[in-house]
């Protein structure tokens, strides 16, 4: 729809634009959703979104700048006077201004902070200072937070004073004198009540809240499980310092699941979208994954070279190496995806480590015979396979399938219990460890084999 | 959290259940949010989970009941009196229940219903008839509707009536005799208006909807990107039938990123957690997979017998394929990760093709020189590398990683033009594919070396 809309107000939006329509301008600013205006304005050169905006309030620049994509809102900052990004700056949301100061290099943003009032420096000064993953540095301070004794009545009062300004007016937080969270009051449980009912009577006790220097995957998964609007954030002392909206934890959640997505892949996540990023910097998150991939699979050359005596004797063997191989690899991967999975959206805990490495083992074996029996039923129907060979590939099939479940399901384990992100075990990296791990079976079994009928 | 309160509470609930605690257990109902109480429950047997919720009234049953995991309620519905589900069905979320109604089968199913009351019982019927990926399928229709003509001041007593009963009451969809949608008031607006003043002059004329029939991504993309709480939902008429909330939407978001994640490690996205699957059920999912992938590297075992005149006189190389195919699998895995998950976030489209494909023939040379210098670093330092394999090893490389690039990004983007979903482009599966691609050009690449050096 957003693309619809594009292409069809554009064009009126440049015409407007050429024959100085300010009635137009203002019109198009002030009457569309901030998020329509700017899926239009990144049609235009930076220079005229300018041009376009300066026909809306400060707050609705705010608004409307606030929605366009980083790249673009970069090329507006350089073309801009200093003073009046600051007066947007200072009308944008404190969590939004805070990501886009963050994604200025620190010369430029030390420029223009301090032109910004000084209420909203401060504010900046103190979001900017939680960790990049932490609640702090995805909340927003713009809440609406009331004592004890104020009524239903003065609350709603106050709210009509406040609601300009916060983000959300839906929740209304009851702190003590030291801003202790106390309790929650909804504007659904406001409007319900009697004026005179004091919001002690009126909140809920049991608040379910975040600590502000924990992860902000917690406050995303906390929010979502609640299917809450926001949820407050209070610091080591009980004291509420911000909240998490909805939208922000939407926002959370998908980057987190493309990260996780990326690194299953075998690629570094990307901090921008693909085709904003550049070539070089998505090289490098390849790249880095790519050697050290190479590094770990020269590990089959050098068993390949030392077991090449029993390629000798059965030399059609070579050929299964890959579909050996690419069977524990894809089995291998199959687990460490399942259980990466269930790890991020919490299914799994540590408690459960012996039953997910029951569950893989009776699942190796169940698709191990499955393989194994693949491998027989390809031999009967080809001619050309070597009769001798039947035996090994397909026992080899089977061990390795079952190494696959194994491993792809301990290291995502091991490695979140070593606090490490479960995904570094991607699709690639458990297929190069498999290969590894086939070449050993394949010729383990191939000797013993040979072995055995004495050749 | 979640996890402490179950652990601090379930005894005390236990006891208070033996005892009788008639006081206790309605406080441990009404008192904690229905989600927590969701949690504790499941630590019970289904027939004390049922006796704990008879001390709370119907609204609440069904709230705490809506919270419980899906293999539960299952097994609650099982030891119910049918009568007393049929009062819970009533009392829930019309998107909730009909969810909950289409995981039953559907004789159940046949037999609860006729006990639900009239008005719901329709109303469930209607929303049963969507296609289960179709936004009627997540919408509810517990949303507020008000004629144009009604002031601020009626709009705010009415909604104190409807409150009690209505998803979310944050929105006011404004409507014509026709229930054609024609505005959007919030609560927030209707708050700061005067009692007096018309809905049609306070309303957002410009309103964002999406059709009942559209993919529910469609919703849950709109809705995260314009923040709202809320989506109203249209008919092919232009006639509201329904909202999509933020905590649906938040639900839609997550379950597609997981289906993402499945497919692109080579598994069918299964239908419920990890936990909650059967073995049988996650082998089916993983079996079909490892069968179609078995199936593909088939072919490198035929291309291999069919070279192996190469292999008889270059003995050492076969050493070298894990490590090519490898490489290409990964190069060819990255860029396949890389554009299906931008394909999913909406980051390309269809008019993209040229330039992502003019990115990844760069992306591929890059990479490949990368490979293709590391081989020859790494025959440089081992002394046991036969030399006259380098210039076949490192050539081969190269041109490998680029074929993975190139096919890598072009498969998911020929499946989403053809309709179909683009993570079949699974890391496994186009490792299979980049198997075979790596092994004819190895061969290629040996034999035209063979004969330049006419051996």
Redesign the interface.
Known sequence: ???DVQNLLAPDLREMLEAGDTVGLREFCE???P??VADILVTLRPEQAWQVLAHASPQRQAEIFQYLPEAYQHRMIEVAPRERMAAIIEAMDPDDRVDLLKSLDSELREAILPLVARAEREDIRRLLQYPEDSVGAVMTTDYVALPEETTAGEA?AR??LL??DRET??YIYVVDQDRRLRGVVS??QL??ARPQTRLRDLMT??V?SVRVDEDKEVAAR?L????F?ALPVVDADGRLVGIVT??D???V??EA??E???R????EP?TE???DSS?VH??WK??V???I??VA??G??HI??WG?EV??QL??L??????I???G???G??S???????LA?G???PR?WW?VLW?ES??GI??GL??GA?AVA?ALFET?TALELVPVVASTLAAV?LCGTLIGSLMPLVLSSLKLDPGIA???FV??IM?VVS?VVLITVAHLVLLATGT
Chains 1, 2 share one sequence.
């Not at 979502?224 to 299917?227: C, G, S």
């Open positions: 729809m957003a693309i009457a569309l959703h998020a329509t709603l709210l009509r609601a300009p007016i839906y504007l659904r409007i319900l006790r049991d379910i906390t979502a499980r609640y299917d609007i909805h939208d934890v939407m926002d959640l998908v699941a493309t996780d997505v990326h299953l892949g075998g690629v990307l979208s693909y085709m070539l998505i090289a390849r790249g994954w790519l050697t991939l190479f699979e020269l089959t050359r390949l070279a090449s390629f000798r030399f059609l070579y050929a299964f190496l890959p579909l191989m690419s069977s690899g894809n089995s991967s199959q460490a995806t399942l259980i990466t999975r269930a959206l299914e799994i805990g459960d039953r569950r009776l699942m169940l698709l499955l393989l693949l390809e050309d399938v991607s699709s690639p297929a190069s290969d070449t």
